[in-house]
């Protein structure tokens, strides 16, 4: 793709197509190609963080949410409940920001799946300044992680952690979280830039499918275990039962 696209850059002779404004790819290209700032390998490196923060993220966590919503039927009724209300029996229409903005449960349930299974389990930074923690001295230009994963399950934030209760991020009970305590997307000014449009593409992508499907899992959340790779991946394909919904269920 990215040489097919330099390619046609050259052959144009023109900025990126001419088009006003320019997609990422269009701008390294216009960098590599003019100011010989970035080199191929460099574009073929970047493209690949974009494709694995945009889209490999974004589907785990919605493989996660399925599998889930597949254990418990409670709140999988609550979501249907609700999606009936937004779309009534249109499982074909294309959800737009107005409903998106009504489906406040099934943005409750991602939330509660990220604190669960954050997608990126582990982040780095470095500290700027010396700090005390804990009556420890942390030197300046330390690495440090953080671990959302282990963070996520703090009992003295997060009452009986390892229950999934997406009535945690009710308006009422997401207010009393304290700042830091829940980080899917991380936090601070390198924390995720997409992070408002992976919310709203999950939710378009998970109500399109819970429209007109009911699921179970078939395995276990014991047999299941999350594997700490540069995302949250299971440890054993999930796998789910699928049916059509009866609207008279």
Request: with cysteine; charged share 30%; net charge negative.
């Amino acid at each position: 793709v990215i040489e097919e696209k330099k390619r046609r850059y050259l052959k144009a002779g023109e900025e990126c197509d001419g088009r006003k404004r320019k997609a990422m790819l269009d701008l390294m290209l216009e960098y590599h190609s003019n100011l010989k700032v970035l080199s191929e390998e460099d574009i073929k490196e970047e493209v690949l963080t974009f494709i694995l923060a945009g889209h490999e993220t974004s589907a785990s966590t919605i493989m996660w949410a399925l599998f889930l919503i597949g254990h418990h039927q409670d709140v999988q009724v609550k979501i249907h409940d609700e999606l009936d209300r937004v779309f009534g029996e249109d499982v074909e229409r294309h959800a737009s920001e107005s409903d998106l903005n009504e489906l406040n449960y099934l943005e409750y349930v991602i939330k509660e799946t990220l604190r669960l299974y954050p997608t990126v389990p582990i982040f780095g930074r470095q500290i700027q300044e010396e700090m005390k923690i804990c009556g420890h001295t942390i030197p300046e230009k330390t690495s440090c992680f953080v671990l959302a994963y282990f963070l996520h399950r703090d009992k003295d934030v997060f009452p009986d952690p390892e229950k999934f209760d997406p009535d945690r991020f009710l308006p009422e009970n997401a207010a009393k979280i304290p700042d830091c305590a829940y980080m899917p997307f991380s936090a601070g000014p390198r924390n995720c830039i997409g992070q408002k449009f992976a919310l709203m593409e999950m939710k378009i992508i998970l109500s399109f499918i819970l429209r007109s499907y009911s699921i179970k899992s078939l395995d276990s959340i014991e047999e299941v275990q999350p594997l700490m790779n540069v995302t949250i991946v299971p440890s054993i394909p999930i796998r789910i039962s699928i049916r059509t919904r009866s609207r008279h269920e």
